[in-house]
C-alpha cells in the first residue's frame, strides 16, 4: 500500500463545473497536509495547506478527515487555467519533516 | 530573491558516465531534498539534508551521493549513471531555522536527465 494515495483521473469537467479530489494517507501521526498544483514539464507549486478545521482560498476548499486519514480539494466554478496535475502532499514523520508526494490526480478543464 | 535554482536544465549522459546536479536556495532554508519524478509514480525523495553537514537517505538512495557543505548548496551526485536514473529531478528547499512542519516548501525548475 503507498503511503499517500490519489486517484490519478484524469478527470475531463467542463468549464464552471466543481470537481473534487480525495487522497488517503497511511500514517496517522501525520502532522502536516498540503495540496500542490503541478502543471505540466513544470515545478509542483503550493496550493494550499490543510488545516484541521479545514480551510478556503478562494474556489479552493480543502478539508482533512484525521478519523478516515483522508484529505480532500475541491475547485467550485473551474476554469480552463485550473487544468493541471494536483498533488497531495503529507508529512507523514513527526520531527523529520520529509514530505510524502502522492502520484497525483490529473484534471483538464473543458471549454 | 532567485528562490531555488538548479542546474542544468537537461542533460544527456553515456551509461557509466558520473555527473553532478547542482542546486542553490538564497531563502537561508535549513531543510534541502532531492526528488527524482518519473511517470505515474509521484515524486520519490533521494536524499535529504536538514542543515549544513548533516544529509540522510530518503526513499530511493541507490546510486546517488549528496554533500551539503553550505547552507546554500545541495549538490546531487551520480556515482555511475543507468538508464534507471533517466528520469526528472527537482531540489526543494524548506523552512529556516525553528520553522515548523507546515512551512511551504519550493523548487527548483528541475533537471531533464537521460541516461543512455
Redesign the interface.
Known sequence: RKEVEQDPGPFNVPEGATVAFNCTYSNSASQSFFWYRQDCRKEPKLLMSVYSSGNEDGRFTAQLNRASQYISLLIRDSKLSDSATYLCVVNLVAGRRALTFGSGTRLQVQP | NAGVTQTPKFQVLKTGQSMTLQCAQDMNHE?M?W?RQDP??????IH?S?GAGITDQ?EVPNGYNVSRSTTEDFPLRLLSAAPSQTS?Y?CAS??RRGGS?????Y????TRLTVL
Open positions: 531543510y531534498s526528488y505515474g509514480m509521484g515524486l520519490r525523495l535529504y536538514v530518503g526528472v527537482f524548506r523552512g512542519s507546515t512551512d511551504t516548501q523548487f527548483g525548475p528541475g
